[in-house]
């Protein structure tokens, strides 16, 4: 699925803002949260009040 940040998000030194689109996978087909990658290699959680999907076109 695709994502957008709605809020900025820290995890040490690496940072997130709101307005990145990323794509990210639900932790557990009941949940909510999702894991993304980022491209340092540093996996990051966004809880569903933190993110919003974004509809992608299939062509």
Known sequence: MRIKLTKDLA????????????????????????????DSGMKIRAFSY????VDTVVV
């Open 11 to 38: 995890c040490g030194q690496e940072t997130c803002s709101s307005g990145e689109e990323h794509d990210a996978v639900l932790l557990s087909p009941r949940s909510t949260t999702v894991e993304f990658t980022l």
């Open 50 to 53: 933190e993110y919003v999907t």
